[in-house]
């Protein structure tokens, strides 16, 4: 089976603008989370999509978004980036959601300029 | 306020030796997760557990839910066993991570 893949894997984008990042799971699996990783906060919890809904949602400002289609892939938004959100994305998809294993992406690593 | 505390944040080994890192958390939990980070960020999940232990090859991850407290023991350690290791738990509707413990083996 092929693993999980996110798209892109590297992007550079100036503050204010929106950026859009997609994670295809694995086959099979209905669960996609989203995280987010700095070296100043480590890894913390985005979203959770599950069957297209998001089930869970972690601590985050509105401008973070995120959508799954009925094929289980998966979309995060950020809009009106900040400095700050420059961080490395990664997503992990699972059969059921976190009582599962989960099976991670590379990562997507956004830098904000 | 950490939910999640793992020690040692830095661990230095001899190829070779048995290896511990530890976690605790202080929120309920339905699952609890080990996570192995490499540079370059890739991450593999080691383990999921929500009582007792499981075994996989020279890992093994221990789980004391009245004391909320896990550990993770490495047996044998080997140079690539060198990542960062962090512990995760899945508590109702959020996920906390640990900080990390940094395990450098040394040959």
């Known amino acids: 089976k092929a693993g999980v893949t996110q798209t892109p894997r590297y992007l550079i984008k100036t503050r204010g603008q929106q950026v859009t990042l997609s994670c295809s799971p694995i086959?099979?699996?209905?669960?996609v989370s989203w995280y987010q990783q700095t070296p100043g906060q480590g890894l913390q919890f985005l979203f959770e999509?599950?069957?297209?809904?998001?089930?869970n949602k972690g601590n985050f400002p509105g401008r973070f978004s995120g959508r799954q289609f009925s094929n289980s892939r998966s979309e995060m938004n950020v809009s009106t980036l900040e400095l700050g959100d420059s961080a490395l994305y990664l997503c992990?998809?699972?059969?059921?959601?976190?009582?599962?294993?989960?099976?991670f992406g590379p990562g997507t690593r956004l830098t904000v300029t | 306020k950490n939910e999640v505390e793992q020690s040692p944040q830095n661990l230095t080994a001899q190829e070779g030796e048995f290896i511990t890192i530890n976690c605790s958390y202080s929120?309920?939990?339905?699952?609890l997760h080990w996570l192995q980070q490499h540079p370059g960020g890739g991450i593999v999940s080691l383990f999921m557990?929500?009582?007792g232990k499981k075994k996989h090859g020279r890992l093994i991850a221990t789980i004391n839910i009245q004391e909320k407290h896990s550990s993770l023991h490495i047996t044998a350690s080997h140079p690539r066993d060198s990542a960062v290791y962090i512990c995760?738990?899945?508590?109702?509707?959020?996920?906390?991570f640990g900080t990390g413990t940094s395990l450098t083996v040394i040959p």
């Open positions: 992990a998809s699972s059969l059921q959601g976190a009582t599962n294993e989960q099976y």
């Open positions: 929120v309920g939990i339905s699952a």
């Open positions: 999509y599950f069957s297209e809904t998001q089930r």
């Open positions: 557990l929500s009582s």
């Open positions: 086959s099979g699996h209905r669960s």
């Open positions: 995760a738990v899945r508590s109702g509707n959020q996920f906390y």
